[in-house]
């Protein structure tokens, strides 16, 4: 009688670890289904896509997946570099720039993250009477605090979320150029040497993009 049980329960578990089993066979299969449903749409999308926002694709692949060469990053000068390179296009707009400290990180990488802060500024505050961009800085204990702050035309706080996805633009095409990559790029690089950016603004009374960035 015993062994009849014994044999009994036995059987019970093997059916319900059969049916389990089964079950993750489906469900397996299922998830096998949708990934490569996934990767076709991706396939679509991409070949889709025109070459102009191929291109800031590719460059965001690109500077996630570069190694790193770390050195010491001279601030103040390449803060000089990226106004000297990027005034020209914004003559009526007056830059000014604080004393910076410097940072150890990749220089290609800080420069592009820099010029796309700097060149957000100037053009979201071209159309101001009198644009003027601030860049400045101040040192904690173990993180450096860099800011680009502008007198433009600012943003609604609500929609703060999208400012750093790709493709994503708080104004119209057509009041401002741009397709929505550089701020992703500046996020991207940011977190790459393992700070983060911020954002303040109010609408028509400019914006502050922050930089903490670790010393240590």
Same mark, same amino acid.
């Given at each position: 009688?015993?062994?009849?049980?014994?044999? !009994? /329960?036995?059987?019970?578990?093997?059916?319900? /670890?059969?049916?389990?089993?089964?079950? @993750?066979?489906?469900?397996?299969?299922?998830?096998?289904?949708?990934?490569?449903?996934?990767?076709?749409?991706?396939? @679509?999308?991409?070949?889709? &896509?025109?070459?102009?926002?191929?291109?800031?694709?590719?460059?965001?692949?690109?500077?996630?997946?570069? *190694?790193?060469?770390?050195?010491?990053?001279?601030?103040?000068?390449?803060?000089? =570099?990226?106004?000297?390179?990027?005034?020209?296009?914004?003559? +009526?707009?007056?830059?000014?720039?604080?004393?910076?400290?410097?940072?150890?990180?990749? $220089?290609?990488?800080?420069? !592009?993250?820099?010029?796309?802060?700097?060149?957000?500024?100037?053009?979201?505050?071209?159309?101001?009477?009198? *644009? %003027?961009?601030?860049?400045?800085?101040?040192?904690?204990? %173990? =993180?450096? =605090?860099?800011?680009?702050?502008?007198?433009?035309?600012? #943003?609604?706080?609500?929609? %703060?979320? !999208? !400012? #750093?996805?790709?493709?994503?633009?708080?104004? $119209?095409?057509?009041?401002?150029?741009? &397709?929505?990559?550089?701020?992703?790029? /500046?996020?991207?690089?940011? =977190? +790459?040497?393992?700070?983060?950016?911020?954002?303040?603004?109010?609408?028509?009374?400019?914006?502050? #993009?922050?930089?903490?960035?670790?010393? $240590?």
């Amino acid at each position: 009688m015993l062994f009849a049980v014994f044999a !009994l /329960v036995s059987s019970t578990g093997l059916v319900v /670890v059969a049916r389990r089993c089964t079950a @993750i066979q489906q469900r397996a299969q299922s998830l096998a289904d949708e990934l490569q449903g996934a990767q076709g749409q991706l396939e @679509i999308f991409t070949g889709a &896509i025109s070459d102009e926002l191929q291109a800031p694709l590719r460059e965001l692949h690109r500077i996630g997946m570069q *190694p790193m060469q770390p050195e010491v990053v001279d601030m103040d000068m390449l803060a000089r =570099e990226v106004v000297e390179e990027l005034s020209p296009r914004y003559p +009526r707009s007056k830059v000014w720039i604080g004393p910076l400290p410097g940072l150890r990180g990749d $220089k290609a990488l800080v420069r !592009l993250a820099l010029s796309n802060l700097v060149d957000n500024a100037l053009k979201f505050s071209a159309s101001a009477q009198l *644009p %003027r961009v601030e860049i400045g800085a101040r040192s904690h204990d %173990r =993180e450096a =605090e860099y800011w680009v702050h502008d007198n433009g035309t600012g #943003f609604d706080m609500a929609n %703060r979320h !999208l !400012l #750093f996805q790709v493709f994503q633009r708080l104004h $119209k095409a057509d009041e401002f150029a741009g &397709i929505g990559t550089g701020l992703a790029m /500046v996020r991207l690089i940011v =977190e +790459r040497h393992g700070g983060h950016v911020r954002a303040q603004a109010k609408p028509g009374e400019g914006s502050t #993009f922050t930089v903490l960035m670790p010393t $240590k």
